[in-house]
């Protein structure tokens, strides 16, 4: 091998060695073997076998010889892996060589490393297990990883569960899971605050299951109080068992459609009709919740409870006046001529949900002027700044206030809808 190729794989292992991702250490081994089969491959890969026996090896001279193109190079400098933990990933790559011989002798050897390693060097293999599980043959390296985390100690589990690769962690969840290894109550906790939404889901279904029909507060509690719809709905949902199912009513009018449909299950399974209580919360004027009437929308009758979403569109609360028009659009109830005039509402939430209301009616406005309403600020995190407060534009300059073009489309709408009658 030429010296600057050599150089170059030399260059490759010490990066993959500071702490690159899984994908890297693939990398590394594509990379060796097209320099050795298409470089200048002079002194072979895996000559210290023979020049020097019994003589451990450098990093670079055993990942070169377990990269290398020769099989029988690679079969033989397996051993010496044991010896260089750094390097146990290859091992786990070569336990889905294309060589069967390889493939055995690196399983073996994978078998019995697994149980010495500390819980740092397990999580380094972890994770290149499970990105080489996608590949071909790579479903063995994960069946003896998986195997050795239900036999580990509480403690190597528990350190992959903090880890920071997402994958890991999920495994790890999952181990936890089926090892009983967490109360229901900490389960509950753990959905409630983990920021990966497949944890949130296993853990939350994992709380309930274990708590039976014993769930209490120290269950319900975390997972009520979610800032995650997916969990407080699993909550939502665990209130039957507890024969509090009364306790779903003020989740009728949750943020999260996920939560608001698990409300009205749960209300029903006991013999409550969701729907009086939507249509007196959107007739308690200054008392209506935020997402009353977007709930209302989703299982009222179009006919009965339009009238009263109308009426919520001139509401001072602009998540109250937003959810008529969801409510409106998902009743099939939208009117073009009475929504029009919400084009130009001082809420960026309102303008956002009449231009989607309105947008079977696209070709009754100026081009791309339904979607250049405002958008860009977060829904739930909106200010509800005075009405003559002045509009900031990103970066902070103030921008002009809005003309209020939308009566003008609707006064020419009316105009040509004159003219087709007289016409007829």
């Given amino acids: 091998m030429s010296s600057s190729a050599y150089e170059d794989v030399s260059d490759h292992l010490a990066r993959v060695l500071k702490g690159a991702d899984a994908g890297a250490w693939a990398d590394l081994d594509g990379h060796v073997r097209g320099v050795i089969r298409w470089g200048d491959h002079v002194p072979a890969p895996g000559a210290w076998l023979s020049a020097a026996p019994g003589r451990r090896p450098t990093a670079l001279e055993l990942a070169l010889a377990l990269c290398g193109p020769d099989g029988r190079t690679r079969e ?12 146990l990933p290859l091992l ?48 063995s390296a994960y069946d003896l990883l998986t195997a050795r985390l239900r036999e580990a100690p509480e403690a190597h589990v528990l350190a992959l569960c903090a880890g920071e690769d997402r ?42 299951a274990a708590a039976g029909d014993t769930v209490d507060e120290t269950v319900l509690t975390p997972l009520l109080g979610s800032r995650t719809g997916r969990v407080r709905a699993a909550g939502v949902t665990a209130l039957r068992r507890t024969s509090r199912a009364a306790e779903a009513e003020p989740f009728l009018y949750d943020r999260s459609a996920l939560v608001r449909a ?12 969701p729907l009086p209580l939507y249509r007196a919360a959107c007739a308690a004027g200054d008392r209506t919740p935020d997402f ?18 109308w009426a919520l569109i001139a509401h001072e609360r602009p998540r109250v006046r937003a959810g008529a028009v969801t409510g409106l659009r998902l009743l099939d109830a939208v009117r073009f001529q009475r929504l029009v005039p919400l084009l ?27 979607s250049r309403v405002p958008g860009d600020e977060p829904a739930e995190a909106e200010a509800e700044a005075p009405a003559d407060a002045p509009i900031r534009a990103p970066g902070g300059v103030t921008a ?10 609707l006064r020419l709408v009316r105009w040509r809808n004159r003219g087709r009658s007289a016409s007829t």
């Fill in 76 to 87: 033989a400098a397996l051993p010496y892996v044991t010896h260089a933990p750094a390097l």
């Fill in 92 to 139: 786990v790559i070569r336990c889905a060589d294309w060589a069967e011989p390889v493939r055995e002798r690196a399983r073996e050897l994978l078998r019995a490393e697994l149980p010495g390693l500390s819980p740092e060097a397990l999580a380094a293999v972890a994770v290149v297990v499970l990105r080489e599980a996608r590949r071909l043959r790579g479903e």
């Fill in 167 to 208: 994958a890991v962690r999920r495994l790890a969840h999952r181990v936890v899971v089926d090892r009983a290894l967490f109360s229901p109550a900490r389960l509950a906790s753990i959905a409630a605050t983990d920021p990966d939404m497949v944890v949130q889901d296993l853990c939350a279904d994992a709380a309930i």
């Fill in 262 to 273: 698990c409300a009205r299950w749960t209300l029903r399974q006991t013999g409550t009709d």
């Fill in 292 to 309: 009353a009437a977007v709930g209302l929308g989703e299982c009222g009758d179009r006919a009965a409870d339009a009238p009263a979403l």
């Fill in 344 to 370: 130009d509402d001082g809420s960026p939430r309102v303008v956002r949900e009449a231009a989607k209301a309105l947008a079977p009616w696209a070709d009754h406005f100026p081009a791309d002027a339904l």
């Fill in 400 to 409: 002009p206030e809005p003309r209020p073009w939308a009566l003008r489309v």
